[in-house]
């Protein structure tokens, strides 16, 4: 059964950093995407970063613009995201997902993802 666990998030202020970070279990293919997701009040769900192991593509959403960065401890099946120069419109429920990837998967849409952790909470307020 396969497991993510997210933690982290939390308030912070405009200017702020933070780090998500997610812990997965029960992962059965060889190669697979981790990576984040987050979805404001009214709004849909947008990628924010993935990695995807097959290819070692590293993937950010515009919107980031260097602020974060993705990483991966592979043995672990563990992947953070750290969050720096945050602001109000980072704000969001943030979520961990996983999916298998193979030639032609590129880890940034939705529908690649099969397991999702429950979300975490990330607010920017001054």
């Known amino acids: 059964q396969v497991k993510l666990v997210e933690f982290g998030g939390g308030s912070v202020q405009p200017g702020g950093s933070l780090r998500l970070s997610c812990a997965g279990s029960?992962?059965?293919?060889?190669?697979?995407?981790m990576g984040w997701f987050r979805q404001a009040p009214g709004k849909e769900r947008e990628g924010v970063a993935s990695?995807?192991?097959?290819?070692?593509?590293?993937y950010y959403g515009d919107f980031v613009r260097g602020r974060f960065t993705i990483s991966r401890d592979n043995g672990e099946n563990t992947v953070s995201l750290w969050m720096d120069s945050l602001k109000p419109e980072d704000t969001a429920m943030y979520y961990c997902?996983?999916?298998?990837?193979?030639?032609?998967?590129?880890?940034?849409?939705?529908?690649?993802?099969?397991?999702w952790g429950q979300g975490t909470q990330v607010t920017v307020s001054s």
């Open positions: 029960g992962f059965s293919d060889a190669s697979n995407c």
């Open positions: 990695i995807n192991t097959y290819n070692r593509f590293t």
């Open positions: 997902a996983a999916g298998p990837a193979s030639y032609g998967t590129t880890c940034t849409l939705e529908s690649e993802y099969s397991y």
